[in-house]
């Protein structure tokens, strides 16, 4: 331990079955805010910087063990085969580090309010008081389920008794375990060694250090947490929405205080690991996940859904769905858009009414404003790509690129089969299916010439609304020719003139 760590190591007690959520997923990896529970925990007690952290896995370790290494790859995990108690699991992770001395932060990893600014303060507290074992505490309205702490006439704490064995005047105590300790590793080891499984569940409860601590005489502690809202635990799906909920509010009441417009905080969530500057807006049914921020003077909402995306200053992002996207400065996105992975657009770009795009660089002051799916594509600036365009990046075996110029004007509804350049300043003609590249400047027409039969409505829909409507527009003539048209659907006449006079 170097002079500045105030802590060892953190331990992290991870191996609990959590049947209470009733969910396949072990319960420290269910997600809140952007993180696992368990993250949560790990990153509120990576400002203390301790040299060693250990993360005691057993129920669903593969996946446990997965996750941390994803997400904290520094923490080791100790595996605790059977779940004998949240002492015997402290036991465990003891034993893996035989020769570490010094204070120990020990932590549920159920506990995912916890803030770096509690832990410091517990962990000051303890080196303060010249305490072997200082449990963190908190005054809760209702203390259901949780372990009570039992002081003495004097205030000092004697024990920390579990629910299922209290007695009814413990019971009444609502200053409650947090599950959250700081003990010596020398004492913490000797102490857990000790402890018997003569309970109501059978286990090595890591509350019954401290009893016995009290009765030798050592010095302890028990410090309540400033805001008892930090240390809550999630223990079932209802507690881990209230818990999501409580984070949320947090990320969203310091988002608001920085200068950040939050229209309906009720409709809004954005994970911890997302930042949005001051003087940008949200507007109702906002979800920014991952690293998504969003600059100044952005509008992004309502209902839009973004994960690690940037937005840049001044952009607007209106009911779309977006992902590993970046919007530039002033660009414009929605509404209905669909930005996929390595979508970037410059600034001032605009991207419409449902379009999607994916692995797709649009432009400074570029847009697609309707209808379009732009996939595997760089577009130039100043570039308009007309309703409807496809770029036809794949052709059932390979993705292939196109390369659009500045100031292109692609016609609607063209198709752009790739791999396929269309050159600084050309034109495709509406309809095109273009399969070779146009150069700078050039028009690629590529579709059928049109040819009109003249008369055909009369001859082949007489009686018709459409008929009708002909005939009115094009005078006597056409009614003459249409009274001396045989009254019945007769057999298609062949075209006239055919399509061959045309090409
Ligand atoms: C625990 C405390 C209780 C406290 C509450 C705060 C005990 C005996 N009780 O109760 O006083 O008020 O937390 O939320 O500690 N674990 C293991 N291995 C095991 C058993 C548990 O790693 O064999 C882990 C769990 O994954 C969990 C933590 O220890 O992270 C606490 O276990 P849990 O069953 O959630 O204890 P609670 O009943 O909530
Ligand atoms: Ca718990």
């Known amino acids: 331990m170097s002079p500045q760590q105030a802590v060892a190591a953190v331990v992290v007690l991870a191996a609990g079955q959590g049947t209470r959520m009733r969910s396949a997923t072990p319960k420290v990896l269910h997600e809140l805010g952007g993180r696992s529970m368990l993250g949560h925990v790990l990153a509120a007690a990576a400002p203390l910087e301790a040299g060693t952290t250990l993360v005691v896995v057993g129920s669903g370790r593969e996946a446990v063990e997965a996750h941390l290494a994803a997400v904290a790859p520094g923490a080791r995990p100790v595996l605790q085969e059977e779940q004998r108690g949240s002492g015997h699991a402290a036991g465990v992770a003891l034993d893996a580090v035989p020769d570490l001395e010094g204070p120990v932060l020990v932590v549920n990893g159920d506990a995912p309010l916890l803030t770096p600014a509690t832990l410091q303060a517990l962990v000051a507290a303890h080196s303060a008081a010249g305490s072997v074992f200082t449990v ?115 990320v969203l009441d310091a988002l608001m205080v920085a200068g950040v417009t ?183 027409v590529a579709r059928a010439r049109q040819r009109n039969v003249a008369g055909w409505v009369a001859r082949r829909r007489p009686g018709t609304a459409a008929a009708q409507a002909a005939a009115a527009a094009t005078g006597a003539a056409a009614e003459g020719t249409a009274g001396s048209r045989p009254a019945s659907d007769g057999p298609d006449r062949p075209a006239e003139p055919g399509p061959h006079h045309e090409q």
């Open 136 to 250: 963190l505490t908190a005054e809760v309205d209702d203390p259901t389920g949780l372990g009570r702490i039992v002081r003495g006439a004097d205030g000092a704490p004697r024990a920390i008794v579990e629910e299922k064995d209290a007695t009814d005047e413990q019971r009444a105590i609502r200053e409650v375990n947090a599950g959250v300790y700081v003990a010596n590793a020398g004492t913490l080891r000797r102490v857990l060694a000790g402890l018997s499984t003569d309970n109501a569940q059978g286990e090595q409860y890591l509350t019954d250090a401290l009893a016995p601590l009290v009765e030798g005489g050592a010095p302890v502690a028990a410090v309540r947490a400033e805001d008892p809202v930090d240390v809550l635990g999630c223990n079932d799906q209802r507690e881990l929405a209230a818990r999501r909920r409580t984070l949320n509010d947090r």
């Open 262 to 444: 939050v229209v309906d905080p009720a409709t809004t969530w954005v994970d911890v690991t997302a930042a949005v500057l001051p003087g940008a807006r949200l507007l109702p049914g906002v979800q920014l996940h991952g690293t998504t921020t969003v600059a100044a003077g952005a509008v992004v909402g309502p209902d839009t859904t973004m994960t690690d995306c940037t937005v840049g200053e001044g952009a607007t992002v209106l009911r779309s769905h977006a992902t590993q996207s970046e919007v530039g400065p002033r660009a414009v996105v929605g509404p209905f858009s669909y930005l996929r992975p390595g979508t970037r657009l410059a600034a001032e770009a605009k991207v419409g009414a449902f379009v999607e795009t994916k692995n797709a660089v649009v432009g400074e002051g570029s847009k697609v404003p309707h209808l379009s799916y732009v996939g595997d594509a760089t577009i130039g600036r100043g570039a308009n790509i007309g309703a409807a365009t496809v770029f036809v990046n794949y052709d059932g075996v390979t993705k292939s690129h196109t390369t659009i110029g500045d100031h292109v004007r692609v016609g609607s509804d063209t198709m752009l089969v790739a791999p396929v350049t269309v050159g600084d300043g050309a034109y495709t003609a509406a309809g095109s299916v273009i399969t070779q590249d146009v150069p700078p400047g050039a028009m690629g």
